[in-house]
């Protein structure tokens, strides 16, 4: 098994949830299948899904909910 | 009290914009800004500057307690909110006056009750303003609503109480339709908004969106005539004029005075916008909403009458009474904006945020810019697209196409993608150069020059002769 990063592909801000009263779309420990989406990042004010990628368990969170994230930063780690 | 340090709670190419008409006045400003436009030009340009917060809006633009007192700190006397952000937000404007400073607008009241479309609505009827025809408020049962369509016609919208933004629009193009969607539209608002309150509105097709500016001191109003935006993808204007090319002198003359009419009914104070459909066929005009703020697209008007609005609504907010009678308020030529947005046409309007390597700016009689940008400037992905607005102004309509055609070709964005290869094109159509448009033109005609628009040139292979 090994650890790999899910990377933001845009610049914006990182939401972890569809709407501010929606629960995460994932948390810590989850499994995930290639494409399940994990959060969404705000570019100009259009959304876009961000993709597991890869079929495997979520080890954490390495960005926060609303955060202003950079195209390429990482933002999960997963085991695969 | 003639304001004496003025505060912009915005950004981007308006707050540039705010900033050079403080500065006509002789008004120090203050600009505050986010962690992310920390390099922007108004933050260059502006007297002084604050740090507000990190970059998302929600704890930057929109938090109050901060702008409040990052303008104590720099001793601000008023406060101007552009558009979007604060700017129609009443409890803000009350919490600026409350904390002894002017807010450059409308009394929150006023902001409050145009705020709210049923009370809009019932404004603009006892003014004697024309509104689309349909219930008034939400229904009370499908009986009441069916024998309310059978007055107004088909077709008709059903819509949400509780909707907004196009969620959770029905359209019923007969009585069977009508009786077949009502149920489905009721279960699906109750699901959607937790509120199954609907109310009905009589649709306007192949209607024009067209805008009357006003401004008031709270007493007097003046209108500045019209503008028409129906030129819009995805419910955001992309290209706006003035003189609308579709009215007749006697429409113009009737929707301009009923703007006039629901302006004053409501005390207004300061620069507005009175938005309504236009049926050219028909010759009718409905009041759709009021914007208690300056707009984007006021530059074509300030074009056309000569009239500099942001530099009005700040003497006005500055106890000024209304200086410009009616009768002064002429229309010269025409104008024409483009929304210059960092979006690339080619691939479905991608957002495109990044680093301007290279900038050549239009210029020449009747040309202005209106723009955030500057050669190496990093435009951040945090906030709408808009980079600027390039402004044209002729004696005429095809003068000033063809002058808005030279312009596009002189301006040069390099590093980025922009919205200039769409404008090029649109300047070319011909239904465009024959005014022949509606609010539902724009997104069919994308979808049939998508081709054209893909293999459009990248901003960097346009040459300019120097």
Redesign the interface.
Known sequence: MATQQIFSPLPGIFYRKPAPDKPFYKNDGDVVAESDTIGLIEVMKSFNEVKAGAAGKIVRFLAENEDAVMAGQPIAEIDV | MAIKKLLIANRGEIAVRIIRAARDLGIATVQVYSK?DKDSLAVRLADESVDIG???A?KSYLNQAAILAAAHGAGADAIHPGYGFLAENAEFAAAVEAAGLIFVGPTAQSIRLMGDKVAAREAAASAGVPTVPGSQGRLESADAAFALVEKTGFPVMIKAAAGGGGRGIRIARSAEEFHHLMPQAQAEALAAFGDGGLYVEKLIEGARHIEVQVLGDGRNVIHCFERECSLQRRRQKVWEEAPSPSLTQAVREKLCTSAVALAKAVNYRGAGTLEYLYDDRTGDFYFLEMNTRIQVEHPVTEMVTGIDLVREMIRIAGGEPLRIHQDAVRVSGHSIEVRIN??DPARNFL?N?GTVSALSVPGGDGVRFDSMLYAGYTV??????LLGKLIVHDKDRPSAIRRLERALAELSVEGISTTKPLHQALARDADVKAGRFHTAWLEPWLESHAAGLATAQPPSAVKVAP
């Open positions: 992310a990190p970059p998302q929600s960092a979006e957002p945020p951040p992905p945090f906030y709408d697209s």
